[in-house]
């Protein structure tokens, strides 16, 4: 057998470990869910409404179809406590939101599910570039939001300290839809001024989480002092945004990086983190996303049936599950879309690369605000 | 299929990220453009000032010499045009493709960037007063006079964001470069191509690519442009111009609401510029800020609309090849019905008739496009809102109004033709500071002498004039 076809059969025969894999955790994770015993009031009081008989019918991820398109508004106001398993009933509950710019934000409870996530992400992280110890800077949304703790958290996985800033997206989209972009541009320059800063301070910080505009800010500010992001003694960023592009990677690498470690990642408050694989220039920067499965699982779906997912290499929808003993998402549609990603190694699942908002809303969705 | 890229500084910076521009009524792919991102820009202008210095290593007299050589390469030469070449002809069938103007209107504006450039020595001599353009390039000097000035340049380039829609506007940016401040340019999305090409017949001619950016994307970098440069025009609607309104830093052109206005001593002669009123309206497929969208007058006004409507009502949709083709598409999905529905919503308004209705519908839908033919609206008083309405296209409201009420009830203009003997009313008009260019006299608003200033005087608008004193 030829290295190449060896490969192959590893890979096949781990994409169908990992099946079983999500197979198996779907049918715990329903089970947990809409057992009287552990449930959610929230899930429990669906089940009189449902059709079917979750603690039955759901038995493999496939049938997690027979379940609606799950409603984003249900995750909007109170009470918040109908989300907490029974069996977490007297842990402390942490609430994440995210939105809420008008109107009441969706909220999502927690317990350690943000701590898991990114301790099993920090276990990808090259120890070369995020050297464990070294301390972190968070250049990104501050307030009630999970990512503010989760890199905190991070860094506390990897032996180091966080410092943060403080950053209301919130308070920058409404600067966006007034168009007081002079304003948007102080507040900006009030996120940079606080980073360059504790940068500046003698912390020895290494690492940082950032956002793609504010990385560029940060490189552009530090150039008017005389000094890089390498300078700084940055050597590795995490950062994530759909405005995560090819081109805009690549305009990062050659423009300011100077080699400074990089990795993109998609994520948000329901589902986690999506790690992706190596982007380099030989394939074109391209960056394709695999979820924390079996966690949560991203599927590439057809434009007109949700149901149905698209070919390798084709473009629809991103539909996203969360199985999680805290929080059961089935079929949560995402504000984006890609193309479908075949399953890679270190990955044995589908991924999507692409990612951009949803064509259909994209003229009303306010992107990369931070 | 040609692929464009990106140029920094005139270099060509192909893009991971390609946006394919298409034939608007065909969807045919007409090429792929690199699009660049708005950090991209900002990175760039750092070095802005090697643009300028490039220039200035050119002597102005020298750069306007070159400026008639890049006249007829533009006009008349095949082009290189990203990994291809361009001759006029391709060049003509390719803007209109995209922008939805027919072929002659792309041909006639074509010309207008030709005379500008062949007749920059003049311009530039009417915009400064004669100033010694040596001046401009030391920053003082001497006037004739035995006076010193001193003229500051407020920006090394001047940055632009142009429209997709209207290749008529290109004439107003061109004299920057023998001015010697570099190009940074963020061209339409349907009309990447007279920047391209005006690069590249500067480039034949000898003036330094390095002067000249030119970054296709979107609306960031827009943004980027005009957040970077000290100096820029953008072209847009009405609510770019009250967005960007009060900065001095940032030229807006947008909608002109340019009008005839027919005395009391001339109206009942109106027959006699029958003409001059169609070709204000109709020129250039109506897509000119200079194209007058409403006549005003005392009397006859239903009579002046109906003649008017007799003569545009019956044009209809050709082909973009048709030499005889007069109107435009709209190329984005939906926008002339859109267009259609406020017009309509107008046509309700008490003493609003629409005189056009005979000559059958207006909005004519395409697969992939739409057109309005067209429209004459005849309004009783000037309160009605089409009075005092805009569109792309050939639309024109004849107003009734006493010619004593017409100065203040008008709005701004940004062309006014007053077709009048009245020498008390013409000074009344010389002084409303609310038009811009003033025609006195049966001129069609579309009528332009460029030796004159448009919408400000671009040399105020690129230097400041200052107190500089020498002391040996």
Redesign the interface.
Same mark, same amino acid.
């Given at each position: 057998m030829s290295p190449e076809a060896k490969d192959s059969s590893n890979l096949d025969a781990a994409a169908r470990t990992a099946h079983e894999v999500l197979d198996a955790h779907t049918y715990e994770t329903v089970q947990w869910h809409f057992h009287e015993s552990t449930g959610c009031p929230f899930w429990l009081e669906q089940r009189q409404n449902l059709k079917f008989d979750p603690l039955k019918d759901i038995r493999t991820f496939d049938d997690l179809k027979k379940f609606e398109p799950f409603e984003d508004a249900w995750l909007r106001g109170g009470p918040v406590r109908r989300w907490v398993p029974k069996a977490f009933a007297d842990r402390p509950i942490y609430v994440f939101e995210t939105g809420g710019t008008t109107g009441v934000p969706k909220s999502r409870i927690a317990v350690d599910d943000w701590r898991t996530d990114y301790s099993l992400f920090s276990k990808t992280l090259p120890d070369e570039h995020f050297p464990p110890g070294a301390n972190w800077l968070m250049l990104g949304p501050s307030g009630p939001r999970r990512l503010r703790l989760a890199i905190e958290h991070l860094a506390q996985v990897r032996g180091g300290i966080c410092f943060c800033i403080d950053l209301d997206p919130r308070w920058v989209i409404k600067l966006i839809n007034k168009g007081w972009m002079e304003h948007l541009e102080a507040y900006k320059q009030h996120c940079i001024d606080q980073a360059i800063t504790i940068l500046g301070a003698g912390h020895d910080i290494r690492c940082m989480f950032t956002t793609p505009k504010l990385l560029e800010a940060l490189a552009l500010a530090l150039e008017k002092r005389g000094q890089t992001i390498r300078g700084t003694g940055i050597t590795g960023i995490f950062s994530g945004g759909t405005e995560f592009t090819p081109q805009w990677t690549r305009f990062a690498t050659e423009e300011f990086l100077e080699g400074v470690y990089m990795t993109p990642t998609y994520g948000n408050t329901l589902m986690g983190l999506a790690c992706s694989k190596p982007v380099t220039a030989s394939e074109g920067y391209k960056i394709s996303y695999y979820a924390p499965q079996p966690r949560a699982a991203i599927e590439v779906v057809d434009f007109n049936n949700y149901d149905h997912v698209v070919g390798y290499g084709q473009t629809g929808r991103v539909k996203l599950t969360t199985l999680t003993k805290e929080f059961f998402v089935p079929g949560f549609m995402e504000r984006d879309e890609g193309e479908r990603e075949m399953p890679y190694i270190h990955y044995p699942w589908d991924g999507v690369s692409g990612v951009r908002p949803f064509h259909e809303l994209a003229e009303a969705t306010t992107v990369g605000v931070y | 299929m040609l692929s464009i890229p990106a140029l920094r500084w005139g270099q060509p910076y192909p893009? &991971?990220?390609i946006e394919t521009v298409v034939h608007f009524a065909t969807g045919e792919a007409v090429a792929n453009v690199s =699009?660049a991102?708005g950090? &991209?820009v =900002? /990175?760039d202008m /750092?070095n802005a000032q090697a643009a300028r210095d490039a220039l200035r290593a050119i002597s102005c007299a020298d750069l306007i010499e070159r400026c008639k050589s890049a006249a007829d390469a533009y006009l008349n030469g095949t082009l290189p045009l990203g990994d291809g070449q361009q001759s006029p002809d391709e060049f003509v069938h390719a803007q209109s493709a995209t922008s939805g103007l027919p072929e002659h209107i792309c041909r006639a504006n074509m010309k207008k960037n030709h005379a500008v450039l062949s007749n920059m020595e003049r311009m530039l001599d009417a915009l400064t007063r004669g100033l010694d353009l040596a001046i401009l390039t030391r920053g003082y000097g001497k006037e004739s006079r035995g006076v010193v000035v001193s003229y500051q340049a407020q920006s090394p380039v001047l940055g632009l964001v142009l429209p997709s829609n209207s290749p008529g506007v290109h004439t107003l940016w061109l004299p920057a470069i023998p001015l010697q401040l570099g190009l940074v340019m963020k061209p339409g999305s349907q009309e990447i191509w007279t920047p391209y090409r005006v690069f590249a017949a500067m480039v034949e001619a000898g003036i330094p690519a390095e002067a000249f950016s030119i970054y296709p994307g979107g609306h960031d970098v827009g $943004?980027a442009v005009m $957040?970077a440069c000290n100096r820029s025009m953008i072209f847009g609607g009405q609510a770019t111009i009250e967005?960007h309104k009060g900065d001095p830093r940032i030229q807006v052109h947008g909608p002109g609401f340019s009008k005839i206005l027919l005395g009391d001593d001339a109206v009942d002669r109106w027959e006699d510029y029958l003409e001059l009123m169609v070709e204000s309206i109709y020129s250039n497929a109506g897509r000119s800020c200079i194209n007058a969208s409403s006549v005003w007058a005392s009397r006859h006004t239903m009579e002046i609309a109906q003649a008017l409507a007799d003569r545009l009502g019956p044009i209809e949709v050709k082909p973009p090849t048709d030499p005889t083709s007069g109107l435009a598409a709209f190329t984005l999905p939906g926008a002339a019905a859109a267009i259609w529905r406020t017009i309509e919503a107008g046509f309700r308004e008490e003493h609003v008739t629409h005189v056009t209705e005979p000559f059958g519908p207006r909005l004519v839908e395409q697969q992939r496009c739409g057109y309005l033919r067209p429209t004459i609206v005849h309004c009783k008083s000037p309160t009605a809102a089409l009075a005092k309405s805009e569109y792309m296209f050939p639309f024109a409201a004849v107003v009734e109004c006493p010619q004593e009420k017409m100065i203040d009830q008008m709005g701004y203009t940004l062309v006014g033709t007053a077709i009048t003997g009245n020498s008390e009313w013409q000074q009344q008009l010389t002084d409303a500071t609310h038009i811009d260019r003033l025609n006195i006299g049966p001129i069609p608003t579309n009528n332009l002498d460029w030796l004159q200033p448009h919408e400000g005087n671009l040399v105020e608008f690129l230097f400041r004039a200052r107190a500089y004193q020498i002391r040996k």
């Open positions: - | 893009s &991971l990220e =699009q991102n950090g &991209l =900002q /990175r /750092r $943004a $957040a967005k």
